[in-house]
């Protein structure tokens, strides 16, 4: 039996070898850093270098100097990065891929039993030492296994913080356009007030009719109800922005009092395709979970008769005192399971992961070719409204207000063509608004880091009121 001790001796060594090879640890950042590069590379220009929630004294003093200031979109990005709830939550999902990769590199502990039996002659003790086998032959397998799922997590975390920014965006954009229109829409609500007022003595004096009269009575109560809906508008906005940025209430920050200029030119988008096939990280998430299935197909083959294999060093005392060693051999014998439903589930598995991948792709390549269609319309429009439509609104009523100094139009006629001016600049904000809705949406296409919706283009204008004739 003393023989044998040789055997187990180098099964111990080859143990500890390879506990000493494959102890995984934990990163000093939780893998953040992966994360943050994942995201700078695919337009994340404005990624914190510390990870959410890391500490919230110096969160919270980031945070204070950037609501300090009227809010830029990049401010709101980081704000949002650094503060949003939901995010810091999705962050959970690393730590927990992560301990469980430091897991699967660590040796399942060996299991100790004592037994103790009297008997008539004396007292028989037995004690057993053993070692699951099977979890140190497939260790460095299952390490592969976990080691993707982590890389995947820090994909899929990458994904979250670049929703994140690109939802933080769009509310920005929606929330200075909508600002912007219920400003636009308190002076259209003064010059109808005026004008109602106007109506009001002129009738009174029967220099106009009551038909005239009720027009502009009528201008003044859209106005009334577009400024209302221009408010409400404006709220909404602002507390989804409110809640994007993780802050206790909407009146903790200013925006500015404009959207940002359209740029001289919009951007070509060259093989917009290709660059989302390379750079997208649902893509290359299902790459991975591909790869990942593939090993886990070929362990469950490779287990599938046996995948229960532990070894027990064996060491009993008799009755006499006497001494004996050996060891013990536990196996599961593949009498009634073969293991192949087993197999056949893993391979269904690897299979639906394959026609997803594809179906992604496809979908990948329309949301692409969708959103660079409606980034292009969306340029051209608010470029034709900046450049044609406002102007020349403008150039008829300076030309109308001419001929009414001149006495050669009714007061009437200028009112009116202010009305259709009216509509004309709403359009116009929201025409800037969706550009840049748009820009955010052809990113996320490129990146795979949202929905890459449509922009709301054709909706009507907050508070728009309509033309009178």
Known sequence: MRRLSTPLRRI???????????????SPDGGYAEVRQLAQQRGGNAIPASAPGASSANVAQQV??????????????????????????????????????????????PVLSFGRMKRHEGVEIERKLMLPVIGLLTM??????????????????????????????????????????AVYMEQVKNAAEASAELARRMAVAGNWSKLQHAREQAFYADSVAGLARA??????????????????????????????????????????????????????????????????LGLTRATRFVNLLDLSYLRNTGETGERATGYEIELQIPLFDWGGARVAKAEAMYMQAVHRAAGLAVDARSQVRESYSAYRTAYDLARHYRDEVVPLKKRIADEQLLRYNGMLISVFELLADAREQVVAVNAAIEAQRDYWIADAALQAALTGAGDAATPRAGSAAPGAAPAQH
């Open 12 to 26: 111990a060594l080859a143990t500890l070898c390879a506990f000493a090879a494959g102890c995984a640890s934990f």
């Open 64 to 109: 204070a100097a950037l609501l300090s200031k009227p809010l830029s979109a990049d401010d709101a990005v980081t704000i949002a990065l650094l503060n949003n709830r939901g995010l810091q939550a999705d962050y959970a999902e690393l730590g927990i891929a992560e301990a469980d990769l430091v897991q699967a590199g660590r040796i399942a502990n």
């Open 140 to 181: 460095p397998v299952a390490t592969r296994l976990e080691r993707r799922r982590y890389e995947q997590a820090q994909m899929r975390a990458a994904g979250d913080v670049l929703r994140t920014a690109d939802a933080t965006r769009r509310a920005w954009y929606g929330a200075v356009a909508a600002q912007q229109s």
């Open 231 to 296: 408010r409400q508008a404006r709220t909404l906005e602002r507390e989804q922005l409110t809640r994007l940025l993780g802050v206790s209430s909407s009146s903790a920050f200013t925006l500015p009092e404009r959207l940002p200029d359209l740029p001289a030119a919009a951007r070509d988008v060259l093989d917009a395709e290709a660059q989302a096939m390379s750079n997208r990280l649902d893509l290359l998430m299902a790459q991975k979970e591909l790869a990942g299935l593939a090993s886990s």
